[in-house]
């Protein structure tokens, strides 16, 4: 099978997050005959909780590809979508649940996965926000070859991305989602040929990513200011970080670091070098704080609302 024609090749996509929507529609530009989405079900979002459909849905509906949204896989007859299309291959991007090896074994070419890391590295279901959280200065995206595991399988191509300093999470997801799709198009026809040899993972440097959890947007200004701005860019998407200002919750979704000489300021003390800045001390150095939202009120640029929080007010308290 030296010459492949996309058009020839049968693939279930699953995936559901923006960053899977983007390498479907390059499978799809691509000109590979994509026979089947799988997505998550659509969820209750907002403070109404409208049900609403993932990205990977929305453009498969506009794509006019067939979308089936299994709860899990758990039942042995929910993976009966997946054979009555017969694929060639399956292809994965953020999916959301492992998948059993009965899925997995479907198609003839097996199943393989684009995971926004370098693996072995940062295995798990936040790559991307664990990046930018513990202050990477690169990532990258690997496409691998799925097993049962917990993005274990072996390896087929990876590339690799320099993270901006100033970068969020979100904007590097959507870097990164560009930087798969590409990887993909790019690898799938040597790997369909049979002219890439898979290389397996070294277990012994795997480190792991976890889902982030709400209460990891609690900032501790006893940090350096590096990782304070690590953790308002990386959480700025969800859930926010946050501090508390007179005992009311206050979310920072941007900042910068300060060029501030903070020696004997107590960390988590507002600094005002005018109207309409503030600059928050920290444990080392200090975050100037670009936007940010009070309780119960809108997300604002701080010029908007500095004018209204005095020099010396302490966070954290």
């Known amino acids: 099978m030296s010459d492949i024609n996309p058009a ?3 693939i279930v996509f699953m995936g559901t997050p923006e960053f899977a929507s983007e390498c479907l529609r390059v499978l799809h530009d691509s000109g590979y005959n994509v026979v089947l989405a799988v997505t998550q079900p659509d969820k209750p979002v907002g403070r109404k ?8 849905k929305v453009l498969a509906e506009s794509l006019a590809i067939p979308v089936y949204q299994p709860s899990s896989f758990k039942d042995e007859n929910a993976a009966e979508e ?16 492992i998948l059993p090896q009965r899925v997995l074994d479907i198609p003839k070419f097996g199943s393989v996965n684009i995971h926004g890391s370098l693996l072995p590295a940062k295995r798990g279901a936040a790559p991307v926000q664990r990046a930018v959280l513990e202050g990477d200065e690169k990532t990258g995206v690997t ?3 799925m097993d049962a595991g917990m993005d274990t399988g072996d390896m087929l191509a990876s590339e690799e991305y320099e993270i901006p300093q100033d970068m969020h999470a979100k904007e ?19 790997y369909l040929a049979g002219t890439i040899t898979p290389v397996p993972q070294d277990n012994d440097l ?18 350096t200011a590096l990782a304070v701005h690590n953790r308002i860019r990386a959480l700025s998407e969800w859930p926010g970080a946050y501090t508390f200002m007179n005992g009311k919750k206050l979310k920072i979704y941007d900042s ?17 070098p005018d109207k309409k800045t503030l600059i928050v001390s920290c444990g080392t150095g200090a975050v100037r704080i670009l936007t940010l939202q009070q309780e119960g009120g809108k997300v ?5 609302i500095a004018h209204n929080i005095p020099e010396g007010t302490m966070l954290g308290e």
């Open 8 to 10: 020839d090749i049968k």
């Open 49 to 56: 909780h409208v049900l609403t459909p993932p990205p990977v």
């Open 82 to 97: 997946i054979v009555k299309v017969q694929p060639d291959l399956i292809v994965t991007a953020a999916y959301g649940k």
């Open 143 to 145: 496409l691998m070859l």
């Open 172 to 190: 590097l997801m959507e870097e990164l989602a560009k930087e798969g799709a590409a990887l993909l198009v790019k690898t799938l026809p040597g």
């Open 206 to 223: 795997a480190t792991y990513s976890p889902p982030i959890e709400a209460a990891e947007g609690l900032i501790d200004w006893s940090e």
């Open 256 to 272: 910068k670091i300060a060029d501030t000489d903070t020696e004997g300021i107590p960390f988590g003390k507002i600094i005002k």
């Open 300 to 304: 604002l640029p701080v010029s908007d």
